[in-house]
């Protein structure tokens, strides 16, 4: 039986038994099935009570996204993913500092997830503050993260803040945070290296509901 039809087959919450079996390219395959299901607006139907029981015995999530706090990218649905199916970490302009990074090392290394989303979205107030330049209390530091994919579309494209211009500095963002997260977790770089987790970028579009996955290095 595939990954997809045995997926489709659990009665309650992600086994032990199916976060073991499951490869890392499996995993990325599950969060596209679950956003084409998000598209399509075909939920799978799941029984809260199955879901709770199984999940309250232990958790064993097959990715974790690493998201923005933006209300129009609610990460759970865009995915189609039930009760113990993903870690979510949120963070505006969804960047990465010491304290995501060590969920993210925790959701892998500790608890098997085998892929890491970094998922961006368009019309991100977060960057727009970024290129405008907004410092105002803690907002400065965590804008700053996102500085370097501002100045990179400033230096390859215009200075101008346009719908165009933000679009591209969340995706080249994404990317960034991908390199960044290989940079600075030697847990994740390792894991990674050894083939024991994906580590991948995609940007929502708010106004379709559709994900972009990202290769490697196509921004
Ligand atoms: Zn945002």
Request: one cysteine or more; aromatic letters at 6%; charged letters at 20%.
């Amino acid at each position: 039986m595939s990954v997809q039809e045995s997926y489709k087959t659990l009665t309650g919450a992600i086994t032990k038994s199916f976060q073991e079996k499951l490869s890392p390219s499996e995993a990325i395959d599950l969060l596209q099935s679950g956003h084409q299901r998000f598209v399509e607006n075909t939920p799978l139907k799941r029984t809260r009570t199955s879901l709770l029981a199984d999940a309250a015995q232990g958790q064993f999530p097959y990715a974790a996204v690493l998201g923005c706090i933006d209300s129009r990218v609610p990460v759970e649905q865009v995915f189609d993913a039930a009760i113990g199916e993903l870690f979510v970490a949120r963070v505006a302009g969804n960047t990465v500092n010491p304290d995501i990074l060590g969920s993210l090392e925790y959701a892998c290394k500790y608890a098997g997830s085998k892929a890491i989303l970094v998922l961006g979205h368009t019309a991100c107030g977060a960057i727009k503050g970024a290129w405008a330049g907004l410092e105002d209390g803690n907002l400065t530091g965590l804008l700053a993260q996102l500085k370097p994919a501002v100045e990179t579309v400033r230096a390859i494209r215009s200075d101008e803040a346009s719908i165009e211009n933000i679009d591209e500095t969340v995706a080249i963002n994404v990317q960034m945070v991908c390199d960044r997260i290989r940079q600075e977790s030697d847990i994740l770089y390792g894991l990674e290296s050894s083939g024991g987790i994906a580590i991948i970028g995609g940007v929502y579009n708010v106004s379709t509901g559709h994900i972009t996955f990202l290769e490697e290095g196509e921004v």
